[in-house]
């Protein structure tokens, strides 16, 4: 596969594709391109695909057990090991192959199996707490699905996924997408 044809199919500058596969550590032969294997290793070993992730979830709720059925996570090195929450009707009960497990047992656990990964799914008003116990666990990376924001130690990265903004979002393309066909009111 060489850096034209990939060019082509991303309709981008063959020069920066040349230069961004360059970050990744392969190789390529003039001429020839890269081999598809090797060029995927090498594009999923930069992304840390290749390196299942064990993470920590917390909230099985109806969005945390979605995200635990989810089967695409391990294709990109997520692996979910365990699953947490404070409703004593859920702990000891098997979520997809998990078992939930009390909120308290989650530090401990983090650090004795270097979990370094956590995922909140809770309701806004115990994401805090979700938060503080991942951290005291030595848990490095926040996944929040919670409606708030999260106040972490710097050292902490969090990505807080804003499902009302992405609702935003869609609603503002539809209505503009329904202004360009002359039609601004819903069907």
């Known amino acids: 596969m060489s850096c034209t044809v990939l060019a082509e199919f991303l309709r981008r500058d063959a020069t920066q594709v040349r230069k961004d596969l360059s970050y990744t550590g392969i190789a390529g032969k003039p001429k020839v391109g890269y081999q598809l294997d090797g060029l995927i290793q090498a594009i999923e070993r930069f992304l840390g695909w290749d390196n299942v992730s064990e993470a920590f979830l917390v909230g099985v709720g109806n969005l945390g057990r979605a995200l635990l059925g989810y089967d695409g996570f391990s294709s990109k090195g997520l692996s979910i090991v365990a699953a947490f929450d404070v409703d004593e009707r859920k702990v000891g009960t098997e979520i997809h192959g998990r078992h939930v497990l009390a ?15 956590g995922i909140i799914t809770t309701p806004g008003e115990g994401a805090q707490g979700v938060a503080d ?26 990505e807080n996924e804003q499902l009302s903004a992405s609702l935003a979002v869609i609603s503002q393309r539809l209505a503009k997408a329904r202004m360009q066909q002359g039609n601004p009111l819903p069907d």
């Open 133 to 158: 116990a991942m951290v005291s666990g030595g848990i490095r990376a926040i996944w929040n699905f919670a409606p708030v924001l999260l106040s972490v130690p710097e050292h902490v990265v969090v």
């Open 103 to 117: 909120l308290d047992r989650l530090p401990g656990l983090a650090q004795r199996l270097h979990v370094s990964l």
